[in-house]
């Protein structure tokens, strides 16, 4: 098991920025892969952005691509989530989660093993 917590979300007016963060437990978090995905009502979860257990690859979906950036602090198992120029297409309740698989492209959600309970962002226009 590998429990998450995310935290940061809230409301904020388009064109603003969020800083979500997801804190692990469990030595072996920093090995695996991490992500962030959202979901939105009558929505299917779709891929937000991911990084490497190893190394630092990262991937983005091209909705956010220039206005996200994750990253990772291995030293306290915290993932992060900075969002910037936000949109209000961008509300949605934000997960966390963690991956044994190595990164590789596509991104399947169903590779991800352990998920946080999930924050929500909501971008007013």
């Known amino acids: 098991q590998v429990p998450l917590e995310e935290s940061g979300g809230g409301l904020v007016q388009a064109g603003g920025s969020l800083k979500l963060s997801c804190a692990a437990s469990?030595?072996?978090?920093?090995?695996?892969?991490k992500g962030w995905f959202r979901q939105s009502p009558g929505k299917d979860r779709e891929f937000v952005a991911a990084?490497?257990?190893?190394?630092?690859?990262?991937h983005y979906a091209d909705s956010v691509k220039g206005r996200f950036t994750i990253s990772r602090t291995n030293t306290n198992n915290t993932l992060n989530l900075q969002m910037n120029s936000l949109k209000p297409e961008d509300t949605a309740v934000y997960y966390c989660?963690?991956?044994?698989?190595?990164?590789?492209?596509?991104?399947?959600?169903?590779?991800?093993?352990?998920w946080g309970q999930g924050i929500q962002v909501t971008v007013s226009s």
């Open positions: 990084i490497s257990g190893v190394g630092a690859t990262t």
């Open positions: 469990g030595r072996t978090f920093s090995m695996y892969t």
């Open positions: 989660a963690a991956s044994r698989r190595a990164l590789s492209l596509p991104i399947d959600v169903l590779e991800f093993q352990w």
